[in-house]
């Protein structure tokens, strides 16, 4: 991949949508040997390492960045009954579906923070 290329992927990706929530990146209908979102983890991994080093430099804690899939089942989903009410996976509250059982997955990157007392 050339420099430009890579570069522009990275805007892409590191870009914050203005239609919905500021973590959303993307939709893909296919995880397994996707490109997108193989070339998001290794941006989001590099940025992770560079906030390390700045947080050893200056002391101060940094927000790590963390990749979320997010299935949805679309329309006519063999797995649909799962989720139903009375299915296995039928959760009263907000929905999660496996991402082996989506028809797309939404790729969100969120920042968090590390619990740093858990590590000392």
């Known amino acids: ?3 430009r290329a890579s ?3 990275r805007e892409r990706f590191l870009a914050k ?5 500021e973590a959303y990146r993307f939709s893909v209908t296919r995880v397994t040997d996707n490109m997108f979102l ?17 947080e050893l430099e ?3 804690v940094q927000p790590r960045l963390r990749v979320n899939l997010k299935g949805r ?8 009954p ?3 009410r009375g299915g296995k996976l039928w959760r009263y509250s907000a929905q999660t579906i496996r991402v082996e059982h ?15 007392t858990k590590s000392l």
Not at 38 to 54: F, G, M, P, S
Not at 73 to 80: W, Y
Not at 102 to 116: F, I, K, L, P
Request: hydrophobic letters at 40%; glycine letters at 4%.
């Open 73 to 80: 089942l679309g329309k006519d989903n063999p797995n649909a």
């Open 82 to 84: 799962l989720y139903r």
């Open 1 to 3: 991949m050339t420099e």
């Open 58 to 60: 200056t002391g101060k």
């Open 17 to 21: 949508a203005a239609a919905r929530t």
């Open 7 to 9: 570069v522009a992927l």
């Open 38 to 54: 193989d070339a998001l983890k290794r941006e989001v991994k590099i940025e992770n390492a560079q906030r390390r080093v700045k």
């Open 102 to 116: 989506a028809a797309h997955v939404d790729v969100y990157v969120n920042e968090y923070y590390r619990d740093w």
